[in-house]
């Protein structure tokens, strides 16, 4: 119970963070106030406490791809609402609110674009609806972003950001683990990369299958990782969580990481990625 | 459970009155054959009428078979392989060559505990990282030398704990899941208990999905949904009812195969019985699988999850 209404304090904390309507901003982290035009300028990150801000899909797509272009496909792919799904709100409406306010009409944006002149299938995950979970189109989306890599052949670059699956869709949301995991085989086939990059949070049903298949996995510092969600650990083993568990620091220490790359290193970091596993210039 | 106590009572007259007219005079039998009516007509109406947390609730009765029961009756050989050889043998994940009316085959799957001491040696049947690598391992093994593998699942869910992240929960799951697209050997999942979440699914992908009667597969458990949801984990007959997660809900959604009927009143009525058809099952199955070359298998299990999901076009 506690749990929820926490999330719900989180999210609407979250928007604040992604709209700042006021000059000055203060860190999550470190509550530092810092003026909000000169972190913009950061990228939204702290210069104090290098807290990463949570920025929008839209900002990921202008910050890593040349020219902040992005040939969007498959934004004609909305979500039914197969098991006639209904808790508090109906499945229905919650997703006409999401349409409404957030970045994407899906919880993911895909297409292709070029990172350093090198062709490649992107899709981000957007946080903003319904906490970036994935149903069945999410796992479609990014099951067609998986096939145009397939078929370019280019290499595949996912930014994962999403609380896990979608529940309102039942068993279809688990089996877009299976989905999507089952192309990633075949794209390893076709010796094209896959760069995974994990943003706060990835967790659960996204994190136990494509995020965690990259062959190469890198990380915004601090993000929450983790196939667990940290309450139900806790209420689980009934004891507190260890300082820095489940952060991208973790992951990096227990192996499941390649590398914590700071969000202005993003961009090169990729390019310089795809260049040594053999994307080719265009 | 509560829905059954109406049974139990009949079951205790009936005993009752057998044990009363032992050795006296008063001829009841007529009387027990009646009661004895009633009671099949009681459990037919009774099982036929329940409820999407009832059936859950069934698929966690205490006395309901578990995997290894299940191997004991349908294998006449079983030889079981442990550890995952990179940290440790996972008791809540079980498996090993097996012979089925010889055939041979390797079986996987979940291990829960029957008395507290079982139950906590095997975790519930929650199993860590080591244990979705050990199936792993033994998926591999099985596709190396060309033995089918059969699934057995049953689990509340993977193990949420300290350990299992440090050692990646999440890693072990998506790997299994695709690595066991390219496992070149039919295989057959059968869910005979829980199918919680990515827990089921990390040994769950399989060439046909066969559920038994009482068990449930969904993306969460109801309590978990209820809890999140609702927030109130005792909603969890409600979450029961919105998530869909029965037999008859997962075959309509096209996503199993098969339902597996179980003895009236479930699979702990007569475990005899229900290992004989589950047996029946896996044998059909792979003699339907185990003709077809390993490319036409592939493509088809790829295919057979690439259609899964429901979206409109807009």
Redesign the interface.
Known sequence: ?E???KAKQGLAAQEKRNIPEGLWTKCDSCGEIIYTKKIETLLWVCPNCNYHFRISSRKYVALLLDGGRLDEKD??????D??K????KKYLDRLEQARQKADSYEGVIAGIGEMGGIPISFAIMDFSFIGGSM???V??KI?RAIERAINGPMPLVIVSCSGG???Q???????????T??????LAKKNQPYISILTNPT???V???????GDVIIAEPKALL????PR??QQ??GQD??EG??SSE?FLE???LDKIVDRKDLRDTTIKLLAYLGGKPA | MDFERPIQELEKKISDMRDFSVGKSIELSGEIASLEQKLERLRTEIYSGLTRWQRVQLSRHPKRPHTLDYIKLIATDFIELHGDRGFADDKAMVGGLATIDGQQVMIVGQQKGRDTKQKLMRNFGMAHPEGYRKARRLFQLASRFHLPIVVLIDTPG?????G????????A???N???M??LKVPIVVVIIGEGA??GA??IG?GDRVLMMEYSW????SPE??A??????AAKAP??AE????TAD??LA?G?VDKIIPEPIGGAHNDPVQAAKIVKEEILNTLAELRPKPVDLLLDE??AK??R???????
């Open positions: 119970m749990w929820f209404r934004n004609e792919l909305l979500s039914g197969p098991l799904f209904r808790d508090s149903g069945s189109v796992g479609e099951a699956a979608r529940m869709e039942g068993i279809l949301s688990l089996m877009q683990m299976a989905k995991s089952a192309l990633l085989a075949e967790t659960a049903g994190m136990a299958s494509y995020a965690s298949l983790g196939f667990a969600g139900v650990i689980t083993i969580l260890p568990f489940q973790f227990k192996g499941f | 993977a193990f949420p704990g300290i299992a992240e440090e050692r990646g929960q999440a890693e799951i998506a790997l899941i695709q690595v697209f390219t979440s990515g699914l990390g992908i597969y969904s993306v969460i978990g949904c809890a999140i949801l609702w927030r109130d409600e979450a919105a998530l869909k997660p809900d997962l959604l996503i299990r790829l999850y690439r899964m999901g429901e979206y409109h076009v807009l």
